[in-house]
């Protein structure tokens, strides 16, 4: 990172993603030096952890629209927590840097394993692991469900047959914080300077996704009036063959499917929150035989809310696994989640070898 060369590299980098957190590994330059760099990246606030001899070197430079708490940095890690202050929401991250010899990595892991076994919440897990290691079965040991992995390239740069390329950059997320981010996305990106790849990550890429096709949902069955609409639909006339008659009447019913789920079952997810902060409010307030009446409904209610919301993710996760738990939708989430950021696409090569990110060529 001390070279001319190197920072011209970080720098176009960051004039090309304007980044809002960047982290470097392999700075191999003190506190004092980095602050060179960090005014020439033009980034007001770093987190830094000094070289030992002649590697090593970590920074986290970030803008001050940026919250960043570091709890603690060391030669191979820094760890933090990032704080939204809109939401008040925050998560936990740690930037990685493996020990280059081997025998030494188990640091790392013991590290992240005990930490896992005390931290809760959302959780980032990023860097140059030095190892090929799989950290989700390996180290972490988190559901394959739950974890987002990239593993990037990294290339020696010899000839033949002593070319090496090996998959030691990681990204990993635990399932608090891909609910989080679900929209989440990771590019790598090669740079001149150096024999490893960039990793670019965007925690909220937002991508045109066009129309949304008419889906039905399960959960619509359980409304007493959707048979109502059937019935309607199925009973209007329509003048034309065996065929056209039965077409005419399935886009009428995505018509008044679409008008119904809108203006009387409502957004599911909208309505679970406005009956809990219902029975708050009743269960705050002064108690009598009336309220206890309305307390006894309100939670029935939602219980049938959690049902449909249940019905909802076990359709969207796309999978025949039935949880038997508390009404708790926390897998089919992440299921549906997955598969969201699974079979998006964000970008294509096109016949010429460059990438394209726009919609219509996408498409």
């Not at 989700?136 to 559901?143: A, D, G, H, T, V």
């Not at 209610?301 to 959690?306: A, F, G, K, M, P």
């Amino acid at each position: 990172m001390g070279s001319s060369e190197a920072i011209h590299s970080v720098s176009a980098l960051v004039k090309k993603f304007d980044p809002d957190v960047l982290f470097l590994v392999e700075t191999k330059l003190l506190y004092k030096k980095l602050k060179h760099v960090q005014k020439k990246l033009k980034y007001p606030q770093v987190f830094a952890v000094d070289h030992v001899g002649r590697s090593g070197g970590l920074a986290v430079l970030y803008k001050d629209n940026i919250y960043f708490s570091a709890v603690d940095g060391n030669k191979n890690d820094i760890f933090g927590t990032f704080l939204n202050y809109l939401s008040n929401v925050s998560w936990h991250v740690s930037f990685i840097y493996g020990d280059p010899v081997a025998h030494k990595r188990i640091v790392v892991w013991n590290y992240l394993r005990d930490l896992r076994n005390v931290l809760s919440g959302p959780w980032l897990i990023l860097g140059d692991f030095n190892a090929i290691t799989s950290l989700s079965e390996k180290i972490l040991r988190w559901p394959i469900l739950a974890i987002m992995v990239l593993l990037l390239l990294w290339l020696n740069n010899r000839l033949g047959a002593a070319n090496i390329r090996e998959r030691i950059h990681h990204v990993v997320a635990n399932d608090e914080w891909l609910n989080l981010f679900p929209l989440v996305s990771v590019d790598h990106v090669t740079t001149p300077s150096s024999d490893h790849v960039a990793l670019v990550v965007y925690v909220s890429r937002k991508v045109d996704s066009g129309p949304k096709p008419f889906r039905f949902h399960e959960m619509w069955t359980k409304d007493p009036y959707c048979m109502d609409v059937i019935q309607h639909c199925w009973q209007t006339h329509v003048h034309g063959s065996p065929s056209f008659n039965l077409n005419s009447k399935l886009v009428e019913l995505q018509s008044s499917w679409r008008v119904w789920n809108k203006t009387y079952f409502g957004n599911i997810f909208s309505q679970i929150k406005e009956a809990k902060s219902t029975l708050s409010s009743l269960l705050v307030g002064p108690i009598s035989d009336l309220v206890l009446v309305e307390i006894k409904n309100i939670k029935e209610h939602i219980l049938e809310l959690y049902k449909k919301e249940e019905s909802y993710w076990n359709q969207h996760s796309n999978t025949s696994m039935v949880l038997e738990v508390d009404n708790n939708t926390k897998f089919f989430h992440s299921n549906a989640g997955f598969r969201r950021r699974r079979n998006s696409i964000d970008k294509i090569q096109n016949e010429a070898g460059l990438c394209v990110t726009s919609r219509p060529k996408v498409a």
